[in-house]
């Protein structure tokens, strides 16, 4: 019994000596502060836009043509006497050059004889205006002896003869210009400046009006056959198209790893799409392709534009227009932008003026100065509470476009630097 009281009183003991420590614990613990949920915002990236001017110059792309093509063919039949040393595809010709030259032998006897024809109709006629005069004397003695009824005036003065006598003479010059002119044709002469694409002639051999001798392509231009869309036409001058205006000027790039381009100028609209791609087709005209009009060397850094080459071009905007550009993927599904508007997203339908490959044009929905989110919202939410990353300036949307340009639009004033900033393209506009 006495032990059981022992062991009995030795629990009751711990057990105090427990709920004392415990209530000193708990006196002892620190007391805890309750801190306010983080409102700071969600922390984003951001670039202020700005309106700028700006064109909508159009890319495309398109293949060399001649502006000028003809197949030479001889005007008189003969054997070649002469051929242009040299001659061959590729070869360069000034207008008036000789090119190749017809036996002119009997061309010429052709021309003697026609002389000889001229003179002798000429002789005729002055004896037939001397019969005449005899008669009209005979006729002014005796024409009261004469039945009126017998004789005609005009037979008793013989003006039928003297009128088959101009005849003849007007005949037989006919025939003399004609041989003069076959004699002048057996000269076979480059109507324009060219450059010979084929040729099948050589020396003694025998042509006709129907042989094709050579063909020429005109070196003073050549044409650009460019594909573009049909609502790109509308930011393009087209002549005719648009009324009798001068077409938009153009830059032809010859090479797509070079700087190397050309200046040319949109002359007319081709009158059908382009059958594989169903695109409208308009005419770029490039003055002076291979650099001879001035007689520049390929070395000097001016490119050759060769006949059946695939290019770029830039085609000038018909238009300058204060706008905004901005990177395409800021542009959210459904054309919204997110505004970070007093510390506050706001999302915001724009009017998309144009969508180039890596940008786009804002003609409305922003303000100068405004500034876009760029990225950093994974559930973005109209009036969330946002917050710019970093602590510098923020950041410009120029700063955001390429820097390197395909283009050297300088030149053209005033809102030329849009694609060749930005690099954009107008393949995918809207």
């Known amino acids: 019994m006495k032990d059981t009281l022992i062991r009995i009183g030795i629990v009751a003991a711990v057990l105090v000596v427990g709920v004392v420590a415990a209530m000193a614990i708990i006196r002892a613990r620190p007391e805890a502060v309750q801190t306010p949920p983080d409102d700071s915002g969600v922390l984003v990236e951001v670039a202020a836009v700005e309106r700028l001017p700006r064109r909508i110059d159009v890319e495309a792309q398109g293949t060399v043509v001649p502006a000028q093509r003809v197949v030479v063919q001889p005007q008189v039949s003969g054997r070649i006497a002469t051929v242009m040393p040299n001659l061959a595809p590729g070869t360069i010709l000034r207008e008036g050059d000789l090119i190749f030259a017809i036996e002119d032998a009997d061309f010429k006897l052709a021309v003697a004889r026609a002389t000889a024809a001229v003179s002798e109709a000429v002789a005729q006629l002055e004896l037939e205006q001397g019969r005449g005069r005899v008669a009209e004397r005979e006729w002014e003695l005796f024409q009261d002896e004469l039945d009126a009824e017998q004789m005609e005036a005009s037979l008793a003065l013989r003006e039928p003869q003297l009128r088959s006598r101009l005849s003849a003479l007007q005949t037989a010059r006919a025939n003399l210009a004609r041989a003069r002119l076959d004699l002048d044709r057996t000269v076979v002469r480059s109507p324009f400046n060219a450059v010979v694409l084929a040729e099948s002639i050589e020396v003694g051999q025998t042509v006709t009006p129907q042989s094709q001798a050579v063909t020429l392509a005109g070196t003073d231009a050549f044409w650009v056959r460019a594909a573009v869309r049909t609502d790109e036409l509308e930011q393009l001058r087209v002549p005719g198209l648009h009324g009798d205006t001068a077409g938009s000027r153009a830059l032809v790039r010859l090479d797509p790893e070079s700087d190397s381009v050309l200046p040319g100028r949109i002359v007319k609209l081709l009158g059908d799409l382009d059958p594989a791609g169903r695109m409208a087709r308009v005419l770029v005209e490039v003055e002076d392709p291979l650099g001879l009009a001035r007689g520049i060397p390929v070395a000097a850094g001016r490119g050759l534009l060769l006949l059946d080459s695939y290019v770029d071009l830039l085609l000038e905007g018909a238009e300058v227009r204060d706008l905004f550009e901005l990177p395409r993927e800021w542009l959210r599904e459904g054309g919204y932008l997110w505004i970070v508007s007093d510390e506050r997203l706001e999302v915001r339908p724009v009017g998309v003026a144009w969508r180039f490959e890596d940008s ?51 030149a053209w004033g005033v809102g030329a630097g849009l694609a060749g900033e930005s690099g954009a393209t107008g393949e995918d506009g809207q």
């Open 360 to 410: 786009l044009l804002i003609e409305g929905g922003l303000a100068d100065g405004e500034v876009v989110v760029t990225g950093g919202l994974a559930t973005p939410v109209d009036g969330m509470k946002v917050r710019r990353a970093g602590d510098g300036p923020v950041r410009v949307v120029s700063e955001f476009l390429s820097a390197v340009g395909r283009w050297d639009v300088g």
